[in-house]
């Protein structure tokens, strides 16, 4: 590229970072445009193998002004959460120098440099799964790679919090604690990991998909609502949750699933109790979770559970309708899987390579291996076999078969840069 007889060039990087899901959850701030939270939280980051965002970030002389493109399509960079992280991160960038190209930007450089930012996620934006969260940690560190920035995850993790607050939870894999902080600048508002994805790789979580249309609240109104309408939201804060943190550390831990599952089942419930106290009421489940909910999840998993005599199965639900079940091992994935597609079958015509995603060696526990054996699966031993049961054909669209996964990466290969090097346009 040769612009008025000056050699420009374009300097990329790309990386991949994970999606994660609270087990005990955030909502509620105490601070709006810093993201400070009311309560801490714990969350589980889900394995980018079949949940992540890829970004590719870019700076070159010939750009004249930050851009970005998602999901292929160009988006403004003018909001203040992207701001406030752009802020964040060219005030911390380094010298940075490429040999090979024979470029070097100087630190004091960076605030008049621009750059291009190109970002997809694998997975339905703003349908309850934390695309945001992938998102943002993506931007801030495939970004603080680009600038030469030094400073740890936590810190970075305070930056990702600015653009979306379940952010600063996905710079780290495995088991992630967001410590809502005292300070009022935000500078102790934190992620720190609990445990890495290795410490406890026999959960596996299935996520029912069940819609992948836009959320009809946004959760920074819904959040704003409820702190200032609901009554319940400050006991949870500053009584509930303080305990449950210490408990769901102590499960974690220990790899206590009794434990575990009786604080994430809770924490949903209550997450969504305080939802519908806030005025008006939010509802994040349409008709078809609903039912899910009702019919499958609060009653067939705690049947299920009861049934057994310890729990196998653990439910959460984050402002979305979607579904998250954690089961204790692969054993009891496959037989979760079961029921799950006992009561959820696939709409005629659907293939099965597409209504059961992630993880496959799941879909062989059970099995499974063509749609017909789905027809044909028994009712769960633990139905009443007076009652008929129902089946709810192509309430869920698909399920992720997933489980704890590592933080985010860069990717060195140039074939998954996103970034065209010679434009630095999207390829
Ligand atoms: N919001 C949802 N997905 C995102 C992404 N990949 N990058 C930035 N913001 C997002």
Redesign the pocket.
């Known amino acids: 590229m040769e612009e008025d007889g000056v050699k420009s060039w374009v300097m990329a990087v790309t990386a991949q970072t994970p999606t994660n899901i609270a087990v005990i959850k955030y909502w509620g701030k105490r601070d709006e445009s810093l993201i400070l939270p009311i309560n801490d939280s714990i969350s589980i980051t889900l394995d980018p193998a079949h949940l992540c ?1 890829t ?1 590719s970030v870019a700076v070159s002389p010939s750009f004249t002004h930050d851009r ?1 493109w ?2 292929g399509k160009e ?1 403004s960079l003018s909001g203040g959460r ?1 701001q406030n992280c752009l802020r964040e991160l060219r005030s911390r960038a380094n010298d940075v120098e490429d040999v090979e190209k024979g470029v070097k930007i100087a630190k004091k450089d960076w605030d008049n440099m621009h750059v291009h ?1 190109v ?3 694998n997975f339905p ?2 349908a309850g799964l934390a ?2 969260a ?3 940690a ?2 801030v560190f495939s970004l603080a790679k680009l600038m030469n920035v030094k400073e740890d995850h936590s810190t970075l993790s305070a930056i990702a919090r600015q ?2 607050g379940s952010a600063c939870r996905s710079l780290y894999g495995g088991f992630v604690k967001w410590i809502m902080g005292k300070e009022e600048n935000g500078s102790d508002s934190i992620a720190v990991q609990l445990a890495d994805e290795k410490h406890w790789d026999d959960l596996v979580i299935i996520i029912a998909v069940v819609s992948s249309r836009q959320k009809e609240t946004s959760s920074t109104s819904g959040m704003r609502d409820t702190v200032e309408t609901s009554a319940l939201v400050e006991h949870r804060a500053k009584v509930v949750v303080p305990k449950r943190i210490i408990q769901m550390e102590e499960a974690i831990k220990n790899r206590d699933f009794p434990a575990f599952a009786a604080l994430t089942c809770a924490d949903s419930n209550q997450f969504h109790a305080v939802a519908l106290d806030t005025c008006p009421p939010i509802f994040y489940m349409n008709d078809t979770s609903h039912r899910q909910v009702l019919f499958l999840i609060i009653s067939r998993v705690e049947k299920w559970n009861r049934f057994e005599g310890t729990p196998q199965v653990a439910y959460t639900f984050d402002a979305g309708p979607n579904a998250v079940l954690i089961s204790r091992d692969r054993k009891t994935a496959a037989l979760l899987l079961q029921r799950l597609l006992f009561y959820f079958p696939p709409q005629s015509e659907t293939d099965l390579n597409s209504y059961v995603i992630g993880d496959k060696t799941i879909l062989q526990d059970a099995g499974i291996q063509k749609v017909d054996d789905i027809e044909t699966l028994a009712p769960p031993p633990e139905t009443n076999a007076n009652i008929p049961v129902h089946r709810y054909k192509g309430d869920v669209s698909y399920f992720i078969c997933t489980g704890p996964g590592r933080g985010p990466v860069v990717l060195t290969d140039e074939n998954q840069s996103l970034i065209d090097p010679k434009t630095g346009l999207p390829k």
Do not use: R
């Open positions: 965002t970004t970005m998602l999901n988006i992207f930012i970002s997809y996620n934006t703003a695309s945001s992938a998102g943002l993506c931007l653009g979306s």
